[in-house]
């Protein structure tokens, strides 16, 4: 029988016996395979990822070879002048109408310099008397086993645990990656129009001060990496606890809120924690997958100038602050901390941009509600969350002091206030380092301006 020749896929259960029309299709499609197998008279199609001509011993290289009789062998070589060298061979037991084979050069010995990569592959059609039709694929390529060096021109003495820090460096070469690695966060660095590259980067206030070691890296257009430990300080800062009431009056009056929130909760409490809790993570990794889309990130700084907050309002918590949730009884039903700065005036304040740039969300997120974030560049933004109203449209370019929107108590928000947030790559930041001018000066700006020649 023909139920387990590979070039045919069956699906679906097998039932009790073959009908003799189905039978029938079957001897029919195999006589039709064989003729195609015979017909083909083309050999495999090949292409080469990535498409760079320059290569690190390193690099993973890919061949994509496809074929309509299927693949029956891929042989890949380097070559240079008249010696030849065979860096992988594969033949296939079942001619799979696609493969993917993956190598890399470490294994060549190959010299820095030109050479020429070959990759033959044969197809299983019947061709050639059986032999198969066989097609090859060459590329001038270029080993550049050397890493590009990094120079850092300055960093900052220190960073805070839950603040920010900018370095500003040069590289020797072209790259294709190169930023700040802290833990699994990756920092990107923009070029400059004078050259060189400017990464802001943050200590996430998740982090120990023992466990904080930023890594700079560069990875050319080869593939070669450098990587280094940045000297700069991580110190510690203590932030405050705080105890947040929650009565089932607040449930009660966020009722229809928290249902949306978690629609798979039944009570107004179960809904709140799950908002506290799930949401909230859910709304984070929004962030971080906002500031990751190059197409949000200004490659360099389009505001100047101090940075502006809610005018004539008062301070109703703190960034970093470690909330405790209670009930109405006084027990504990949950824990959180505050990532931003609330800030209260009149209900329904117009809220001012804190500086210029580009607004690249204005919609509903989970626990902050309405909400504005604006790109500032360099992955550093700000957040406006709990609003009533939006006065900007995403793609808006705003200068500093336009109105974004007014405040109110949507999201997680008892009363009416503002939730001011300032985000390096996603990840929330003091916005009270960024709120000091003299921090922003001494820190940012003026770092900025380093000579790199
Ligand atoms: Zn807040």
Redesign the pocket.
């Given at each position: 029988m023909f139920k387990r020749k590979p070039s045919f896929r069956s699906s679906g259960k097998r039932s009790s016996g073959l009908s003799v029309v189905a039978l029938l299709l079957i001897l029919g499609a195999a006589g039709a395979g064989a003729w195609l197998l015979m017909r083909d008279l083309s050999g495999p199609v090949m292409s080469l990822a990535p498409e760079t001509a320059r290569v690190g011993l390193a690099q993973p290289l890919e061949v994509a070879v496809s074929d309509k009789s299927g693949v029956q062998s891929v042989t890949v070589s380097v070559k240079r002048g008249s010696q030849s060298m065979v860096v992988k061979q594969e033949t296939y037991a079942v001619p799979e109408q696609s493969r993917r084979i993956v190598f890399d050069l470490k294994d060549t010995r190959l010299p820095e310099g030109a050479f020429e990569l070959e990759v033959r592959a044969v197809d299983a059609s019947y061709a050639g008397f059986g032999r198969g039709n066989s097609a090859t694929f060459t590329k001038p390529m270029v080993l550049d086993s050397k890493p590009p060096r990094i120079a850092v021109k300055t960093v900052p003495p220190a960073i805070h645990r839950g603040g920010a820090a900018i370095i500003v460096y040069t590289l020797s070469e072209d790259v294709q990656k190169t930023g700040v690695q802290v833990g699994d966060l990756f920092f990107p660095g923009y070029k400059q129009e004078n050259g060189g590259y400017a990464c802001l980067f943050a200590f996430p206030i998740t982090m120990r001060t023992d466990g904080y070691h930023p890594e700079i890296m560069a990875q050319d257009m080869a593939g070669n990496v450098t990587s280094s430990r940045l000297l700069v300080r991580a110190l510690n800062k203590n932030y405050r606890a705080d105890t947040l009431n929650i009565p089932e009056s607040f449930l009660n009056y966020k009722a229809n809120e928290l249902a949306q929130l978690c629609p798979e909760k039944d009570t107004p409490l179960e809904q709140y924690l799950c908002s506290n809790n799930k949401v909230r993570a859910a709304n984070d990794a929004k962030l971080l997958e906002l500031a990751a889309d190059p197409g949000n990130v200004t490659p360099r700084f389009v505001w100047e100038g101090p940075f502006r907050r809610l005018p004539r309002s008062a301070v109703k918590?703190n960034f970093g602050d470690h909330r405790t949730y209670v009930d109405g009884h006084r027990t504990k039903i949950d824990e959180q901390t505050?990532m931003?700065?609330?800030l209260a005036s009149v209900a329904q304040a117009p809220i001012p941009a804190s500086a210029a740039g580009r607004v690249i969300w204005a919609d509903y997120l989970g626990i902050h509600g309405h909400m504005v974030l604006i790109d500032h560049g360099l992955g550093l933004m700000t957040q406006y969350?709990?609003l009533t109203d939006y006065k900007v449209n995403v793609g808006d370019v705003v200068k500093a002091g336009d109105i974004v929107g007014t405040t109110g108590v949507s999201g997680l928000?008892g009363g009416d206030?503002l939730?001011f947030g300032v985000l390096v790559g996603g990840v929330p930041v003091q916005p009270l380092e960024w709120l000091d001018s003299s921090w922003v000066k001494n820190n940012i700006t003026s770092r900025l301006k380093t000579n790199v020649k």
């Open positions: 918590a505050h931003g700065l609330d969350s709990h928000a206030h939730h």
